[in-house]
């Protein structure tokens, strides 16, 4: 009975003619090398056009001028393990600019190699314009992209150790611009915490949000993080390519009026949905546009992009619960097919996928936020190598689990590689597969298991465990 696995899986075991299980045979993972977590100061530097704003970050009108490039400079923060090399810039909107994955080399976020300006007294956001850096930023107490994305962030070391590091990057909404458009709130007092985590022995970042309330009375208010998305990069250029998917547990989604025509492709599924199947690609986006999960999450706790073209990926593990809302945009795919140099050609229309998680289902829906009252969402962001897909995931572990009539397939992450891991695939009481397996952070793993006489609809099981028996994950998949 075939069963393949990754070249560094390192997996032996048995299976009986009728598909019972041998004696199980243990292959003994290496020792873990010895890791630490550092965390430093540098200077990043961003090249924007030339354009000014007043003392409250209004758009001086005149002031753009994109035949000059002008450099900026932020002081930034890099939090470094064997896995990931971070990169914070709480000077601009308290975000999380870079995260390259050390083991491939690649940067998983996208940023602008020139910022643009744009939206100029179009109404659409809290400054009456906006200007597009990147990374992973929190945005409130208005949608599109909020008040603070522009703003410095308190920033302050809470723990700093061989073994781990956290951060946290801090702001209070108490002020209010005097020309915003009449849609977005003025000051709500709601103070955020961002705190960021780097572990010796997690191939994951931690993150935690923090909100909250500190009046004696209910605010009405949006939240939101963004993320902008390009797994499997080149660091200097980073990119969302063709081969990009967007990886969410939705059914159906819905878009503004505005954004109709992104649905085009995809069938309705009622109710003035379409089913999420060929938006699900970067290279089906006609344009761009706004796509939000609908109803909501309904409870999934992962979403990401994978690209395709070389299998890298990065996904956002949470409580999905607490952010209920899946907003999705791009800039439309046929704006890149002829992209020009960004410094001789600087333009806001830029190659990435752009997701949100939100306290609410849309934007411009807003949430209430009890008196004296706190929000607090833990958030992991993880890379992906060797997956095409991700079905279930946690804090420690992402699959990809699927069974056909002949074969079972489990394509695995492990976000502590380190840790060598019991993997158990069972169809009834039969174990088609059982093995120690050591985790590979380069290539990923993949396991694949005959099955025999399956029959449609019977469930698979999988449970993968520490070798002392401790479970990471467990999940059921139907054989199709």
Known sequence: MPVEVSLRALVCFGIALLLSLRAPCVVHAAAPVPDGVSLSEQTTTWSTVKFAVDAENGFVSGSLDKSVIVERSFKSYVLENRYLRVTLVPEFGGRILSMVYKPTGHEQL???????????????????WLMVYGGIFPTFPDAEHG??????????????????????????????????PSKFRGATGIEANYYVTLKADRAALDARVVLKNPNDGAVQYEYWTCTTLAPGSEPKKPRATGGAEIIAPIRTYTTPAWSANLADGDESAGMGRRRFENLRYFKNWPTMGIAYAAPDMQGGN??????????????????NTLTRGLKMWTWGFPSFTGETDARKDPNEWRPYVELWAGVSDQFFHSADFPARSEVSIPETYSPTVGMSNVTHANEKILINFSAEASRAVLEFFSIEPAIPLLVTLKLGDTALFSGVVSADPNNGNRISAAIADGR???????????TEGKELIAAETAIK
């Open 110 to 128: 996208y940023r602008t190699e020139v910022g643009v300006p744009y939206g100029m007294k179009a109404g659409n956001f809290y400054y009456d």
């Open 147 to 180: 008040k603070t994305w522009l703003k410095p962030w308190a920033f302050r070391v809470v723990k700093e150790g061989a073994d781990e590091v956290t951060v946290v990057m801090s702001f209070r909404d108490d002020f209010d611009y005097s020309a915003r």
């Open 302 to 319: 992962f979403w990401g992009v994978i690209n395709h073209d070389n299998a890298e990926g990065i996904i956002r593990i949470a409580d």
């Open 456 to 466: 449609s609809g019977e469930k698979m099981r999988l449970t993968i465990t520490t």
